[in-house]
């Protein structure tokens, strides 16, 4: 790849400042459709980033009464990650693509020396290969992640956020009875459904979204197309012989990423 970072990043920052309460960090993410949020001091000055992620590892989806209350006072400032991974806007983009796959981060703040100027994330670099030429012979089936976070569609939504937190996941498959996929539950749906009340008697069938679903033998450019067009972070990877199935697996945005900074790959020539 390339282009440099400051011609596929996002400009400006949406921010939060370090007193906003978990349930309006909550509102601005799903507001924006963003997965974190940069916090700031009062003169706009990063102080660390806050995610989707992490407000799911606070236990924001507890049940239980004492566990709301404590949420409720919690802050931006106290659960954000501190300090923020930083590229300078002159970097190449494979070198923000291995940087991400090497230290597990979704995004990385953009700075022009001192000044931050934006944000870059998997998304971004997922857009960017959705432009370019054919992206050679790589398929769904060669990046894919076989192992998936599985649940029924009555699952409660308590214990399908501890699942997520626990293993580490950002979503989890809904089949049924049979392994058929019904849907798929990302942490921005937990938040969007979930209030400062709490999530109540929810399962996954009320909160989850339509599954996007692709053959393994479809090339990367069109699941590139396919997350962009969609909007999606990740598709299902499904057998066509077989749809009704369990599924084979599936491919995000961050699998595809790191395709990308392998070395030798396409696009690092």
């Known amino acids: 790849m390339s282009k440099m970072v400051r011609e596929l990043m996002h400009p400006g920052l949406i921010t939060c400042r370090a007193e906003t ?21 009062r003169d706009g000055r990063p102080l660390g980033i806050i ?28 659960l954000m990650t501190s300090p923020v991974a930083t590229i300078e806007s002159t970097a190449r983009a494979s070198e923000a693509a291995k940087r991400m796959v090497d230290e597990v981060i979704g995004r990385l703040m953009v700075v022009e020396g001192p000044k931050p100027v934006g944000v870059l994330s998997v998304s971004d ?8 030429e054919p992206l050679g012979r790589e398929t769904v089936a060669d990046v894919m992640s076989r192992t998936m976070l599985v649940c029924r569609d009555d699952t409660p939504i308590a214990a399908i956020a501890r699942g997520m937190t626990d293993a580490g996941y950002r979503s989890v498959l809904v089949v049924d009875p049979a392994g058929k996929p019904l849907g798929v539950i990302s942490g921005l749906d937990l938040l969007a459904f979930c209030k400062a009340e709490g999530c109540g008697d929810a399962t996954a069938a009320g909160v ?7 053959a ?9 197309d396919l997350l962009i067009d969609h909007h999606h972070h990740r598709l299902v990877v499904v057998d ?7 599924p084979l697996g ?20």
């Open 240 to 246: 066509p012989n077989h749809p009704d199935s369990m």
């Open 250 to 269: 599936v491919i995000s945005t961050f699998d595809i990423v790191s395709a990308m900074a392998q070395p030798g790959s396409v696009w690092r020539r």
């Open 208 to 214: 989850m979204h339509p599954a996007l679903t692709i």
């Open 51 to 78: 995610t989707d992620f992490d407000l799911l590892a606070a236990e924001w989806l507890s049940t239980d009464a004492e566990s709301l209350a404590a949420m409720r006072k919690m802050t931006a400032g106290e």
């Open 216 to 224: 393994p033998s479809a090339s990367l450019r069109q699941a590139a």
């Open 125 to 132: 670099l997922v857009a960017h290969m959705a432009s370019q």
């Open 21 to 41: 309460t978990l349930g309006d960090v909550a509102s601005l993410l799903t507001t924006h459709h963003v997965h974190a949020l940069v916090v700031a001091d």
